[in-house]
T-cell receptor, first 115, second 111 residues
Framework: EPEVTQTPSHQVTQMGQEVILRCVPI?????FYWYRQILGQKVEFLVS????????KSEIFDDQFSVERPDGSNFTLKIRSTKLEDSAMYFC?????????????FGEGSRLTVL | RKEVEQDPGPFNVPEGATVAFNCTYS??????FFWYRQDCRKEPKLLMS???SGNEDGRFTAQLNRASQYISLLIRDSKLSDSATYLC????????????FGKGTKLSVIP
């Protein structure tokens, strides 16, 4: 069964450092997303990406965040200068073209710990 | 503010029991509705989409009441493997692909 893969599974970083989280979406999918979940809290939307550009972003996705699809397979989330409150599980997701919005396939997540 | 509210539980039920979860959403313009399942420290996985007419998938039945802005999930004949957190998820429609998640209802099925 095709799946979304994410690396690293866990990253520990110092406050102020840059972090890049990587995702390989399902190969024939067209829509890509990043969500995050702070421990014990709800899953929150960060950004959606379609046709090589951001289609939507939330208030959380400020200037410290950026996304990129550098090649035909990878989809990355960069946090330029991490803060303590960025500690969370970051989920990448993808969906196909002709699909009901909301039927997403999530990766297993990258746990980010900012010290 | 667009919110999705759920009873956090936990719901502790014996194997074979029937259990129902409820969810309310605040955005009356919402178009699409879903139940996701999340195991402890794992990713959310789509359980089922929720249609206006209601829909069933094996032991799982989902209902939508647009007038009351209310969604439900019924699980019949609970299995130990049903133990998880069930997330109510709403899409606002209007061309948006953004999802709003509820905090989830935790279910523990006990032998």
């Amino acid at each position: 069964e095709p799946e979304v893969t994410q690396t690293p599974s866990h990253q520990v970083t110092q406050m102020g450092q840059e972090v890049i989280l990587r995702c390989v979406p399902i190969s024939n999918h067209l829509y890509f997303y990043w969500y995050r979940q702070i421990l014990g809290q709800k899953v929150e939307f960060l950004v959606s990406f379609y046709n090589n550009e951001i289609s939507e972003k939330s208030e959380i996705f400020d200037d410290q965040f950026s996304v990129e699809r550098p090649d035909g397979s990878n989809f990355t989330l960069k946090i330029r200068s991490t803060k303590l409150e960025d500690s969370a599980m970051y989920f990448c997701a993808s969906s196909g073209g002709r699909v009901v919005p909301g039927e997403l396939f999530f990766g297993e997540g990258s746990r980010l710990t900012v010290l | 503010r667009k919110e999705v509210e759920q009873d956090p539980g936990p719901f502790n039920v014996p194997e074979g029991a029937t259990v129902a979860f409820n969810c309310t959403y605040s955005n009356s313009a919402s178009q699409s509705f879903f139940w996701y399942r999340q195991d402890c420290r794992k990713e959310p996985k789509l359980l089922m989409s929720v249609y206006s007419s209601g829909n069933e998938d094996g032991r799982f039945t989902a209902q939508l009441n647009r007038a009351s802005q209310y969604i439900s999930l019924l699980i019949r004949d609970s299995k130990l493997s049903d133990s998880a957190t069930y997330l109510c998820v709403v899409n606002p429609g209007d061309g948006s692909y953004q999802l709003t998640f509820g905090k989830g209802t935790k279910l523990s099925v006990i032998p």
